[in-house]
C-alpha cells in the first residue's frame, strides 16, 4: 500500500473506501482494536454529574491523567520484562554470573531466515531460542534460561 503525505485535510481528495463497502468496516474494526489494546482506558462506571463545567473538566484531567499513569506503568513493566535485560540486571547485580550467547543462522530463506541461539552460564547447559532474527532467537534463549534458574531456586 503506498503512504501518502499530506500537508493539510483539503488535500485529501481521495475516498479509500465507499460508504457501506465490507473493507470499511474491517477497517473500522481493527483500529478500534488497535485502540482498544494500546490504551485501555479506564473510566468509572454510571453516570457522573457535576455542578459545572469547570468541575467537569477537572474530572476528566484526573480520569486523563490515571489513565497515562498506568498506560506508563504498563508500558514500564513491558520493557522490563526482557529476559536478556533481567539477566543482566542480575549480574549487575552480583547475583549471577555473565550470560553468554552464541547466536548462528540455521536455514531459512533470504527473505525468512531462521536463527538458533543458545544462551549459557559458565559452566552450565546451553538454553535453545530460535527466532526469524539474532534479537528474537537471543530473547528466546534468555527466556528458557530464566525459566529453568526460576525453577531450579
Known amino acids: 500500500m503506498p503512504v501518502r503525505k499530506y500537508r493539510s485535510v483539503e488535500e485529501m481528495t481521495e475516498v479509500w473506501y465507499a460508504p457501506g463497502d ?34 467537569m473538566n477537572l474530572q476528566q484531567e484526573q480520569w486523563d491523567q ?6 506508563q ?9 526482557s529476559s536478556k535485560t533481567r539477566l543482566k540486571e542480575l549480574h549487575d547485580q552480583g547475583k549471577l554470573d555473565p550470560v553468554t550467547y552464541d547466536t548462528r543462522r540455521e536455514g531459512g530463506t533470504d ?11 559458565p559452566g552450565g547447559p546451553p538454553s535453545r531460542g530460535v527466532g526469524h532474527s539474532k534479537k528474537a532467537a537471543e530473547e528466546h534463549a534468555a527466556a528458557t534460561l ?4 526460576k525453577d531450579s531456586e
Open 22 to 55: 465490507p473493507m470499511l468496516f474491517r477497517t473500522i474494526t481493527t483500529l478500534w482494536r488497535l485502540g482498544r489494546n494500546t490504551l485501555r482506558l479506564r473510566f468509572p462506571p454510571g453516570v457522573h454529574r457535576h455542578r459545572s463545567v469547570e468541575a
Open 73 to 81: 506503568a504498563r508500558r514500564t513493566e513491558e520493557i522490563a520484562m
Open 111 to 121: 527473505h525468512d531466515p531462521a536463527f538458533v541461539a543458545d544462551a549459557r552460564l
Open 146 to 149: 530464566a525459566q529453568r534458574i
Open 66 to 71: 490515571a489513565n497515562f499513569v498506568a498506560f
